[in-house]
């Protein structure tokens, strides 16, 4: 049998290097601060309007190419892709939070 250089009792398994992908980890509450952020950091928003209930168009102003740059940093994000049919459906931070809840390969 090989033999291992660090005996396995000694190698450290970070979260972000975990064996598997889950949302298990992922509660509600930290995908929609995940988003928020995502959101906050475009400079064409307005951060004091980034609410759980903002709408991307309606109440933060982003139009659809402004949404489609949100959906991709979304999915680089949680390490998923989104179909482009999915995708138009994510209209509201609200919208990609559910989307993203029910994804079991998000992290």
Avoid: C, W
């Amino acid at each position: 049998l090989p033999v291992l250089a660090t005996p396995l009792s000694k190698l450290k398994i970070l979260p972000s290097q975990s064996l598997y992908s889950t949302t298990a980890g992922l509660s509600r509450s930290n995908i929609e601060t995940r988003i928020m952020d995502i959101l906050r950091s475009f400079d064409k928003v307005d951060a004091t309007k980034v609410t759980p209930e903002a709408h991307f168009a309606d109440d933060l102003g982003l139009d659809s190419l402004d949404t489609v740059e949100v959906v991709m940093n979304i999915e680089e994000d949680f390490s998923i892709e989104i179909p482009d049919k999915e995708a138009d459906e994510i209209r509201s931070i609200k919208d990609a939070v559910d989307y993203i809840a029910k994804r079991d390969d998000a992290h």
